[in-house]
């Protein structure tokens, strides 16, 4: 139980356009859910904390106009980089948490490589 | 603030061989601990959480870590070690948010 997808698993962008991340919790409802960016051979830097049915709240340097987290649902949040540039290009992981799991364990989606040529 | 100190930045321990991972960690109350695996482009695993009670706890794939109130430490032990187990470990410790460590690299020698 408590599986966690990620959509697309790769993607590739042309710099200046934007592209769509989706975070999936598969059999529990997550009440929060959370985004991730790992550069290379890095640790987890979280970006930002969404709660279903409320703004996102973003984490100290993450600018939120260009990343843009929607929580629509208690199964689905998307991550959206808006105007990529090269230096966007990263893995981003989302985890997902919920009174349906045990408190305050996350679990974590298998990441998206975004490359932005 | 919550933080957490991984001292060492990669292992190399033969196969069959016990392994170690340290974790220090500074947490304003009772932390939650965790240990993570990752393998190359994937996502996290949860090895093990240690929230209360017993101090020595059991994880997935052989692994086990002990929290040490008193050294602020919550270190990862695996006593033989697998070619599989070669991967990138975190420590993390948190509640709503999580905070990891930077991260050990384990490889593992015929």
Redesign the interface.
């Known amino acids: 139980g408590a599986v966690?997808s990620?959509h697309p698993s790769r993607v590739i962008c042309k710099s200046g356009t934007s592209v769509k991340i989706e975070c999936r919790s598969l059999d529990f409802q997550a009440t929060?859910m959370?985004w991730y960016r790992q550069f290379p051979?890095?640790?987890?830097m979280?970006m930002a904390?969404s709660n279903e049915g409320s703004k996102a709240t973003y984490e100290q340097g993450v600018e939120k106009d260009k990343f843009l987290i929607n929580h629509a649902s208690l199964t689905l949040s998307t991550l959206t980089v808006t105007s990529a540039h090269p230096e966007d290009s990263s893995?981003y992981?989302c985890?997902a948490s919920g009174h349906s799991t045990i408190s305050?364990?996350?679990?974590?989606?298998?990441?998206t490589?975004l490359t932005v040529t | 603030a919550q933080s957490v100190t991984q001292p060492d930045i990669h292992i190399t321990v033969s196969e069959g061989a016990s392994l170690e991972l340290r974790c220090n960690y500074s947490y304003g109350a009772t932390p939650y601990l965790f240990w993570y695996v990752q393998s190359p482009g994937q996502g996290l695993q949860l090895l093990l959480k240690y929230f209360s009670g017993d101090t020595l706890v059991q994880g997935i794939k052989g692994f086990e870590a002990e929290f040490k109130r008193s050294q602020s430490s919550f270190n990862l032990r695996k006593p033989s070690v697998h070619w599989s187990d070669a991967a990138e470990y975190f420590c993390a410790v948190g509640a709503n948010k999580l905070s990891f460590g930077a991260g050990t690299t384990v490889t593992v020698r015929a």
């Open positions: 966690v990620q929060t959370f051979k890095q640790s987890l979280l904390t893995f992981i985890s305050y364990e996350q679990y974590f989606g298998p990441g490589r």
